[in-house]
């Protein structure tokens, strides 16, 4: 693998770090600025919303540059939010240094998965793919707990501090390893918008949102599940995390590797597993045993699905496949806010600290289902691309000839 992933893995690194740092660090900000634990959580909501609107707009500036340019643009601006963060007088312009670092994460993740996959041979792009989010996963194993013990022991500011020299070296990093790749001639922006005509890419997105909503259903509220229920001290909820973030880092990499070789039944494999450990999960959770063993395959199924549903938006878009790849960013933070609020309900409903893993199963077999029609609608258009083609070559071959 290109040295240039690691460039975009460091970068990933320093984003899943002040993703969720910030949510082992409330109670001391609160403290800090003087303001309630539930306001100082609108750092967590402001930021999703600066993700979900930040990939469209920073994705449609990025189609002006080149990639790699682009991806420059975005680590400075995430080191520019993290040094507001970091010095912010008043809640408020923290607030701002949030959803300004925000505003990177979906484009990063979207332009530099286009990136990665252009890096390596067609048939090791998913491969590629994982090795960027390995940086992500990575983040939540060692970036959110060791940032979490700094900003408890030293400050929260200087956790903030440290993410922002992160994205210092991420910057370093793109600036020497990836090569210079200048947009492709020809793609526009309404090139790039014209990929949402695609019915495959909108099923997988719809996929994305549901498969890893279902992740997001469960673990939103591991911290009650695991000590009302499984009967864990609050202490361990933190080795939880971990627990579940190592099941991130082997899903990921794990999924990239069998993407590449046969995607759709990496997907059935993951979302269908996924569905069936939720659904178990909801008896499971009364033993300790049980409960950490589903936090860590919920972790690496969930992840498994990443790197084969970013490939497929790939895949799907090709020709213009930016604002898409960043858009499908997008889609994994809407359905972390979709699953954490339908958890929500059950919950308020009365039905107990488990019930969001069955509000995750059922999420995970929608996305399966979803799955299964994709293919399916693959597989009825494959035999007219050889028409349309007209040649004895495509009668053979579903691949168009480049002459």
Same mark, same amino acid.
Request: avoid cysteine; charge should be positive.
């Given at each position: 693998?290109?040295?240039?992933?690691?460039?975009?893995?460091?970068?990933?690194?320093?984003?899943?770090?002040?993703?969720?740092?910030?949510?082992?660090?409330?109670?001391?900000?609160?403290?800090? #600025?003087?303001? @309630?634990?539930?306001?100082?959580?609108?750092?967590?909501?402001? $930021?999703?919303?600066?993700?979900?609107?930040?990939?469209?707009?920073?994705?449609?500036?990025?189609? =002006?540059? @080149?990639?790699?340019?682009?991806?420059?643009?975005?680590?400075?601006?995430?080191?520019?939010?993290?040094?507001?963060?970091?010095?912010?007088?008043?809640?408020?312009?923290?607030?701002?240094?949030?959803?300004?670092?925000?505003?990177?994460?979906?484009?990063?993740?979207?332009?530099?998965?286009? +990136?990665?996959?252009?890096?390596?041979?067609?048939?090791?792009?998913?491969?590629?793919? @994982?090795?960027?989010?390995?940086?992500?996963?990575?983040?939540?194993?060692?970036?959110?707990?060791?940032?979490?013990?700094?900003?408890?022991?030293?400050?929260?500011?200087?956790?903030?501090?440290?993410?922002?020299?992160?994205?210092?070296?991420?910057?370093?990093?793109?600036?020497?390893?990836?090569?210079?790749?200048? =947009?492709?001639?020809?793609?526009?922006?309404?090139?790039?918008?014209?990929?949402?005509?695609? +019915?495959?890419?909108?099923?997988?997105?719809?996929?994305?949102?549901?498969? #890893? %909503? %279902?992740?997001?259903?469960?673990?939103?509220?591991?911290?009650?599940?695991?000590?009302?229920?499984?009967? $864990?001290?609050?202490?361990?909820?933190?080795?939880?995390?971990?627990?579940?973030?190592?099941?991130?880092?082997?899903?990921?990499?794990?999924?990239? =590797?069998?993407?590449?070789?046969?995607?759709?039944?990496?997907? $059935?494999?993951?979302?269908?597993?996924?569905?069936?450990?939720?659904?178990? #999960?909801?008896?499971?959770?009364?033993? =300790?045993?049980?409960?950490?063993?589903?936090?860590?395959?919920?972790?690496?199924?969930?992840?498994?699905? +990443?790197?084969?549903?970013?490939?497929?938006?790939?895949?799907?878009?090709?020709?213009?496949?930016?604002?898409?790849?960043?858009?499908?960013?997008?889609?994994?933070?809407?359905?972390?806010?979709?699953?954490?609020?339908?958890?929500?309900?059950?919950?308020?409903?009365?039905?107990?600290?488990?019930?969001?893993?069955?509000?995750?199963?059922?999420?995970?077999?929608?996305?399966?289902?979803?799955?299964?029609?994709?293919?399916?609608?693959?597989?009825?258009?494959?035999?007219?691309?050889?028409?349309?083609?007209?040649?004895? $070559?495509?009668?053979?071959?579903?691949?168009?000839?480049?002459?």
């Amino acid at each position: 693998m290109p040295l240039a992933l690691l460039a975009l893995a460091i970068g990933a690194f320093g984003i899943g770090t002040t993703e969720f740092v910030i949510m082992g660090l409330l109670p001391d900000v609160a403290a800090d #600025f003087g303001v @309630s634990v539930p306001t100082a959580g609108l750092l967590v909501t402001g $930021y999703a919303l600066g993700v979900m609107l930040g990939a469209p707009i920073m994705t449609v500036v990025g189609t =002006k540059i @080149s990639r790699k340019n682009m991806l420059m643009l975005l680590m400075g601006l995430f080191i520019v939010g993290n040094v507001i963060s970091a010095i912010a007088p008043m809640f408020a312009v923290m607030l701002i240094g949030r959803v300004v670092a925000s505003l990177t994460h979906g484009a990063f993740f979207g332009i530099g998965s286009v +990136v990665a996959a252009e890096l390596v041979a067609p048939e090791k792009k998913a491969g590629a793919i @994982s090795m960027m989010f390995t940086g992500l996963t990575a983040s939540n194993v060692v970036g959110v707990p060791l940032g979490t013990f700094v900003g408890q022991s030293a400050g929260w500011r200087t956790t903030f501090f440290i993410v922002a020299a992160l994205g210092v070296v991420g910057l370093a990093g793109i600036a020497r390893l990836v090569p210079d790749m200048p =947009k492709p001639e020809g793609v526009r922006l309404r090139h790039e918008l014209s990929a949402f005509k695609n +019915v495959q890419v909108l099923l997988a997105m719809t996929m994305t949102v549901l498969g #890893f %909503g %279902g992740v997001f259903a469960a673990i939103t509220y591991i911290a009650p599940m695991m000590t009302e229920v499984a009967g $864990y001290a609050d202490s361990s909820v933190t080795w939880l995390l971990v627990l579940f973030g190592l099941g991130m880092v082997v899903g990921n990499l794990t999924g990239g =590797k069998f993407a590449d070789r046969k995607l759709m039944p990496m997907l $059935y494999t993951a979302l269908g597993s996924l569905a069936v450990v939720l659904a178990l #999960f909801t008896v499971g959770a009364h033993n =300790k045993g049980t409960a950490a063993v589903a936090v860590f395959l919920v972790g690496a199924l969930g992840f498994a699905t +990443v790197p084969p549903l970013q490939k497929r938006v790939l895949d799907q878009a090709h020709g213009a496949p930016t604002l898409a790849s960043a858009a499908n960013i997008g889609a994994f933070n809407l359905g972390n806010a979709l699953a954490a609020w339908l958890g929500g309900i059950v919950i308020a409903a009365g039905l107990g600290y488990t019930a969001p893993n069955w509000v995750g199963a059922a999420l995970a077999a929608s996305a399966l289902v979803f799955a299964v029609i994709s293919s399916a609608l693959e597989r009825r258009a494959a035999p007219r691309a050889p028409v349309e083609q007209g040649s004895a $070559y495509g009668e053979q071959h579903a691949e168009p000839i480049h002459r």
